[in-house]
Each structure stands twice: as C-alpha cells, then as structure tokens.
C-alpha cells in the first residue's frame, strides 16, 4: 500500500556542510558548544572552495529529494569563497529538481570586510532575483552594526533574516541585542536558551538532532507561542526521521505530548516554502499521519513529483545520476579533508 503527501520541507539546513563525514578529528577534543564551532564548523566553512560547494549541495538535495523532501531553507558560510557562492548553491539544488531558499550567513568574526562581503553577497542574490533570505550567523559573531545592516537589507528586500538564535550560551544576550530588529517574516534557529517570554518575532527552527549532537541542551519549542517549524541543521533533510525524534524528545520532558504536536511543526515547513505543499511524494507506507509515522521506521518515498515533473522515480532521480553525484562528492570530501 502506498500514499501521497505534499512534498517536505527542511526549515534549517547547512548543505556545505554534507561532505563533513569522515573529516579529520579536530586538533583536541571540544568540550563546549564554542570549542565545536571553532574546532570543527568554523575550521571546515573556511576550508571551502566553491567546487566544494558545488557537490556539497548537490549531495544534500539527492538525500533530500531521496527522503522525500523537496524544499530546503539553506544557511550557508563560505569565508573564502563568498562571492558566487549562493548562485552556486541554487544551480546545485535546481539540477538535482529540489526548491531552495537561499542565504549567506553574515559574520564578523573575519573582520568587517568579511562582513560586509557576506552583507553584499545576499544583496547581489537577491537583486539579481534569487530566492533567498538575508542570512546572519548569530549575534554572538556579529557587531550590532553588522545586525543593523543585515535587517536593513531584509526590509529592504522585503524578505526575512535566517540566523542562528540562543544556540549555546555563548549566546545568550541574543535576545536582548535583536529585539527591535526582528520582523515576522525572519527565522530563528535552535532558540535552545531563547526566554519562553522573549519579544522576537519570527518562525522558530527546531533542530533537535543537531542540538543533541552539540549537547546545547533541549529547547522545548511547545513553549514559544511563536510558530515552530523543524529542521536538521545540515544533518541530512530527512524530514519525517526529524519529526519522529522531535516527538519522543517532547515526549520526554511532558508525558501528555502527543504526535500531533512535532508533525504540526513538519506542517509549518509549507507557510515558508509554500510551494511546496504543490509537490507530490508517494511514499512506501499508507497511512501518512503521525501516529503511525512516529512508530514506523523505514517508511521511504518511491516517486516525487516537484512543480508537475517527476524527479524521483522508484527512489532513483531522474534529472542526475546518484552514483555519479556520491562519487564527484567523495573526491571533493578529500580534498576538503586534506585541507584540514
């Protein structure tokens, strides 16, 4: 038996950061959430070439196409390779057939050429017609005059601001140094250390794999009276496995949650990727509603279908070849690996 749903979106991916598998181990053990963020994640964006990225995301949107995902609200760094690199990014995903949201995250921790590259870069993005946001980091990384100008160019652009919120405590003043800046149409990721009574408006991203992984701690987004939408942070886009450890990580902090409330967070994906919920994912398993779903391992698209075409077809795609994709992306993992 089999069934239809729209297809998927992945509110907060980092597809560069897909050829990350199997890289060296960093120089010591990190021990704080800071210390993986400059041993690991800070060490990698900067070690990226924009071939790198080619086939970085080219690799993220076959997993997500095969996962059943068809839209991906992307978060991208590339301290030396900013110029382009959105275009590079859209181009990859447009290839593999998946929709993408674009945005390149401003930083002040290069110094503030750095910054303002990274503010010119989604500008040049979005004039040139691009989908996208205007990307930040976090405001931990980033002058108030780098915020200033980031939320500038979103209402300027008409469009929100995609940044990293109260992930560790590293950044906790987050909230104080946004308010006044954020608008509805931004998106703020992880928000694990965000007040339940904070005065920022936007979407919450929850990506409850990548905050376990940094051990930064549960954000129990059921408490934001803001909506919640779920994302992986760059650890592949399969969605429904999302939503299935979004649940029981509920589950484990109110005994009275239910499946409902993750798979709503799912839902919210299609208010930023409207688009999406066009899309058609046939998937292996019938029926399609979360309390069977957060119970059943192993449920796979077989045919997904994005703005009327077929992309996937009998879990393969159809637009690129998925050993050439794996394989191109694997000589780009050693170089970036050998880099580090």
Same mark, same amino acid.
């Given at each position: ?89 859209? &181009? #990859?995903?447009?290839? !593999? %057939? /998946?929709?993408?949201?674009? $945005?390149? +995250?401003?930083? =002040?921790?290069?110094? @503030? ?40 160019? &979103? #209402?300027?652009?008409? !469009? %929100? /601001?995609?940044?990293?919120? $109260?992930? +560790?405590?590293? =950044?906790?003043?987050? @909230? ?52 919640? $939408?779920? +994302? ?109």
């Amino acid at each position: 038996m089999t069934a239809t749903t729209p297809g998927l979106v992945c509110a907060h991916h980092h597809l560069y950061s897909a050829l990350a598998r199997g890289m060296p181990a960093p120089p010591q053990t990190p021990t704080t959430f800071q210390e993986i963020l400059e041993q690991i994640w800070w060490r990698l964006d900067a070690a990226l070439d924009l071939e790198m990225l080619e086939w970085s995301a080219k690799l993220g949107a076959l997993e997500a196409l095969e996962a059943g995902t068809t839209a991906i609200v992307d978060h991208h760094e590339s301290p030396n390779a900013i110029e382009g690199s959105l275009d590079v990014v859209a &181009a #990859a995903c447009a290839e !593999v %057939g /998946v929709r993408v949201v674009c $945005a390149y +995250g401003v930083t =002040d921790r290069h110094g @503030p050429d750095g910054a303002r590259r990274g503010i010119e870069e989604n500008r040049r993005f979005l004039e040139a017609g691009g989908r996208g946001l205007v990307g930040v980091h976090a405001a931990f990384t980033c002058t108030d005059a780098t915020l200033e100008a980031a939320a500038a160019l &979103a #209402a300027e652009r008409n !469009v %929100g /601001v995609h940044i990293h919120v $109260a992930e +560790g405590i590293e =950044d906790v003043e987050a @909230p104080a140094r946004l308010e006044g800046l954020t608008a509805p149409a931004w998106l703020l990721a992880h928000c694990v250390h965000l007040p339940t009574d904070h005065r920022l408006e936007g979407t919450v991203l929850h990506n409850p794999r990548s905050n376990l992984n940094n051990a930064v701690g549960y954000a129990d987004p059921a408490r934001f009276s803001k909506p919640v $939408a779920l +994302g992986t942070d760059g650890i592949g886009a399969n969605m429904i496995e999302s939503f299935r450890l979004a649940y029981v990580m509920h589950r484990s902090v109110d005994v009275t949650a239910t499946p409902e409330t993750a798979w709503s967070w799912l839902e919210e994906g299609w208010s930023l990727v409207p688009e999406a919920r066009g899309d058609e994912v046939t998937w292996s398993y019938d029926p399609m509603d979360p309390w069977h779903l957060a119970f059943t391992p192993g449920v796979r698209p077989l045919r997904v279908r994005v703005g009327g075409e077929t992309v996937l077809d009998d879990g393969a795609p159809t637009r690129v070849d998925a050993a050439e994709v794996r394989a191109k992306a694997a000589e780009q993992a050693a170089r970036l690996h050998a880099r580090l």
